[in-house]
């Protein structure tokens, strides 16, 4: 199992400029969920999706769209990059153990740099 | 909404000292997660729990329900134990719509 997996690691944009960060896990999870993390605060969920087909927003979807093609792969689009959005972004999935309890299963990161 | 909030911010020990590491919430959970970020960056979960203790080698985590509040200790710790510790809470009933702590920064001297 590869896990979690994030492309590209690094990437550089100019303002105004679009890409799209890329992650899948090969656990069959039924919930993904893209984070951004910034100096000096904590992790911040952006957008989720709790099974393949729905998406819902986080705590700071401005600026961001997802599409969960599948059930391994769960995309998050800037259309017009900022530098607000320089930061490193996580890609996770959870593991449902019981009725109760789960693991989250993080991504390495994508640092992504906006001037 | 939830606010988690993690003491100390930064922590320096020597090797084989015993570790706390402090969370407190201020609305009720379910489950609380203590992570782990390597110097690296990258992010593994430690613990999920809802109540008393749980131990995976030296590491424990203990919840208090009632008070809203979490530990986590490190027994004997090592210089590999070097890393920000993060605790994070349900922001609301949905599961991993996780509100996180700003982090711990541990580093332990040899």
């Known amino acids: 199992n590869a896990g979690v997996t994030q492309t590209p690691k690094f990437q550089v944009l100019k303002t105004g400029q679009s890409m799209t960060l890329q992650c899948a896990q090969d656990?069959?999870?039924?919930?993904m969920y893209w984070y951004r993390q910034d100096p000096g605060m904590g992790l911040r969920l952006i957008y989720y999706?709790?099974?393949?087909?729905?998406?819902d927003k986080g705590e700071v979807p401005n600026g961001y769209n997802v599409s969960r093609l599948n059930k391994r792969e769960f995309s998050l689009r800037l259309e017009s990059a900022a530098p607000s959005q320089t930061s490193v972004y996580f890609c996770?999935?959870?593991?449902?153990?019981?009725?109760?309890?789960?693991?989250?299963?993080f991504g390495p990161g994508t640092r992504l740099t906006v001037t | 909404k939830n606010e988690v909030e993690q003491s100390p911010q930064n922590l320096t020990a020597q090797e084989g000292e015993f570790i706390t590491i402090n969370c407190s919430y201020s609305?009720?959970?379910?489950?609380l997660h203590w992570l782990q970020q390597h110097p690296g960056g990258g992010i593994v979960s430690l613990f999920m729990?809802?109540?008393g203790k749980k131990k995976h080698g030296r590491l424990i985590a203990t919840i208090n329900i009632q008070e809203k509040h979490s530990s986590l200790h490190i027994t004997a710790s090592h210089p590999r134990d070097s890393a920000v510790y993060i605790c994070?809470?349900?922001?609301?009933?949905?599961?991993?719509?996780?509100?996180f702590g700003k982090g711990t920064k541990l580093s332990v001297k040899p």
């Open positions: 996770a999935s959870i593991l449902n153990l019981d009725s109760l309890s789960y693991e989250q299963y």
């Open positions: 656990m069959n999870h039924n919930s």
């Open positions: 999706s709790a099974s393949e087909g729905t998406t």
């Open positions: 609305v009720g959970i379910s489950a």
């Open positions: 729990l809802s109540s």
């Open positions: 994070a809470a349900p922001s609301d009933g949905s599961q991993g719509n996780l509100i």
